[in-house]
């Protein structure tokens, strides 16, 4: 991940402001070494002393996934998560405790690449992507 500081520079220079809660955010999603829900990420903003609306949080997380800063994790039912974008992954969710684990498929990423060629040059889609959760019940949870 590139240092805070430089990401703080790239808003600047996309004529983005850089309010105390946007630090904050960045800071928090940066730090996570999990996804976070926006009630995690104001929960940490609390006691870092900020007291930010749910919108406002929202805002951010929204302003970060569309600069390609942040990634979203649908978990169903209107549940996201957030992470700072980085190499790309896949996770395990729980569903009864909704515990999230990144998952290591890598041996499997180039038949998943393959399998985005085939369907780009079938469907006549371009530039695919993939998100992929595995969900199933976590051994707290058995």
Same mark, same amino acid.
């Given at each position: 991940?590139k240092?805070?500081?430089? !990401?703080?520079?790239q808003?600047?220079?996309?004529? +983005?402001r850089l309010?105390?809660?946007?630090?904050a955010?960045?800071?928090?999603? +940066?730090?996570?070494?999990k996804?976070?829900?926006?009630?995690?990420?104001?929960?940490?903003?609390?006691?870092? $002393?900020?007291?930010?609306?749910?919108?406002?949080?929202?805002?951010?997380?929204?302003?970060?996934?569309?600069g390609?800063?942040a990634t979203?994790l649908?978990? $169903? $039912?209107?549940r996201?998560?957030?992470?700072?974008?980085?190499?790309?992954?896949?996770?395990?969710?729980?569903?009864?405790?909704?515990?999230?684990e990144?998952?290591d +498929?890598?041996?499997?990423?180039?038949?998943?690449?393959?399998?985005?060629?085939?369907?780009?040059?079938?469907?006549?889609? +371009?530039?695919?992507?993939h998100?992929?959760?595995?969900? $199933? !019940?976590?051994?707290?949870?058995?």
């Open positions: 991940m240092p805070i500081q430089s !990401i703080f520079d808003f600047r220079q996309r004529g +983005a309010t105390p809660v946007r630090k955010v960045v800071s928090v999603l +940066a730090k996570s070494k996804p976070i829900c926006v009630e995690g990420i104001g929960s940490c903003l609390m006691r870092l $002393g900020l007291k930010p609306s749910k919108v406002t949080l929202y805002r951010e997380v929204d302003f970060l996934v569309s390609g800063w979203v649908d978990l $169903g $039912g209107g996201k998560c957030y992470e700072w974008a980085s190499e790309h992954h896949h996770h395990l969710v729980c569903k009864k405790c909704n515990r999230i990144e998952l +498929a890598h041996e499997m990423e180039s038949s998943f690449v393959k399998f985005e060629k085939s369907l780009s040059r079938k469907s006549g889609f +371009a530039d695919l992507g998100s992929l959760e595995f969900y $199933g !019940i976590c051994n707290r949870c058995q």
